[in-house]
């Protein structure tokens, strides 16, 4: 069953959610039909004490982070949510909830950023991760102790072999071993409309509001949704301490791009299939979920709505994957995903360079794959600008 696309309290599909602001979310004299940017650090108190103001410092909140926050929540179905500035800082925000001595159970295809900071709290924060194929349900319990698991981090896809991990079968099987256990997803790839972890099982989902959520790199934002409270106020008390929470003008913007998210993920979602039927039929060995060649099809049609838009494929040789992304003219040369353009790269070379070439090699991570990023733009564009590519390198097309 994928999921649903209507929300629990208003039976409304997601994407008219997502165009539609709660009007209470935040008190406007004025009734803007934009809500206002509070770019202010610091609020008027009516008493000696501080008391009686909803807000204070904007460290520690401000009204048009409010505002984002309580619309993310409705949309990802979670009890509350969180902005941050970066995703990188709502992973860290949420390893602050791993204790010394205890351990992470980690995906061994993941974000180059993400293998970097968990390298960092093993090395630094004496917290055990280990790193194994979330593909196999069976390897991540064996890795599972009901004393020492503190955090489960998933992805799927998983960033840029785009494997699929059963997030409702693995968040079970993890509540019922380790109780004390957070299952977490980075479900940055698929979008809150494509995919809603918080309703598979998992406690924790983040995004990297940088990229579908904003959808036009014009800002860094990190997003946190919680299913439950008790979760939620721990992360709050990390979040105020350390004073991570997204500034009032990236609160605007992240809120301003999330209402066209709807609209961009279905164009750039059909441009993906389009381009993975073209590179399949040329022989390129492609991930894709979309596609119904891949084993994992069924499965990821079982947890998410469509397969997104990012794809990656395999041409054998490093050399000639060079010469493609070179030679490509709308497909810019840029880590990251989601925006409204479309983006190409060689992880091995960018996104996960940090990551140690023998780490790589052991994982399995190809040095010639090429990973793309699909765009809004019209998909003969950008299969002819690909083609053109591929013969610039050399390849025969079949058109």
């Not at 406690?203 to 439950?228: F, N, P, Q, W």
């Not at 993920?265 to 596609?291: C, R, T, W």
Request: some cysteine.
């Amino acid at each position: 069953m994928a999921v649903d696309t209507t929300t629990s309290k208003t039976g409304y599909h997601l994407a008219t959610e997502l165009v539609h602001i709660d009007s209470d979310a935040v008190k406007d004299n004025y009734n803007a039909a934009s809500v206002p940017i509070y770019q202010t650090a610091t609020f008027k108190q009516n008493s000696a004490d501080g008391s009686g103001g909803e807000y204070d410092y904007s460290r520690s909140g401000n009204p048009t982070r409010t505002a984002v926050e309580v619309h993310m929540a409705k949309i990802m179905k979670a009890e509350r949510a969180f902005v941050v500035s970066t995703g990188m800082t709502a992973l860290d925000v949420i390893l602050r909830l791993v204790k010394t001595g205890q351990e992470v159970i980690a995906g061994d295809d993941i974000y180059g950023g993400t293998n970097r900071l968990l390298t960092y709290v093993s090395q630094f924060n004496g917290v055990k991760v280990h790193n194994v194929d979330t593909t196999d349900p069976k390897l991540v319990e064996e890795k599972l102790d009901p004393i020492k698991t503190r955090l489960v981090l998933l992805e799927s896809p998983t960033n840029p072999l785009i494997k699929i991990a059963d997030i409702r079968t693995i968040a079970a099987r993890v509540h019922e071993v380790c109780p004390s256990a957070l299952v977490v997803v980075d479900n940055t790839m698929m979008s809150p409309y494509l995919q809603n972890t918080l309703e598979l099982g998992a406690d924790i989902e983040y995004h990297s509001g940088t990229k579908y959520l904003s959808g036009h790199h014009d800002l860094m934002a990190g997003v946190i949704g919680c299913r439950e409270q008790s979760v939620a106020d721990s992360l709050y008390f990390v979040i105020n301490a350390s004073g991570s929470g997204l500034g009032p003008f990236d609160s605007w913007l992240l809120l301003r791009g999330v209402k066209t998210l709807g609209i961009r993920m279905e164009k750039q979602q059909s441009n993906a299939i389009e381009i993975a039927d073209f590179l399949e039929a040329q022989g390129l060995k492609v991930h894709y979920p979309g596609l119904k060649s891949n084993p994992q099809y069924e499965l990821h049609k079982s947890l998410s709505s469509g397969p997104g838009a990012v794809l990656s494929f395999e041409t054998g040789d490093v050399g000639l994957s060079e010469r493609i992304v070179e030679s490509a003219r709308l497909w810019g040369i840029s880590v990251s995903f989601g925006c409204v353009n479309s983006l190409i790269s060689m992880p091995c070379k960018m996104s996960h360079a940090s990551i140690p070439a023998e780490i790589r090699k052991q994982r399995h991570l190809p040095e010639d794959l090429i990973r793309l990023c699909v765009g809004i733009e019209h998909p003969e564009d950008l299969i002819n600008d690909l083609a053109r590519a591929l013969e610039v390198a050399g390849l025969k097309v079949k058109r």
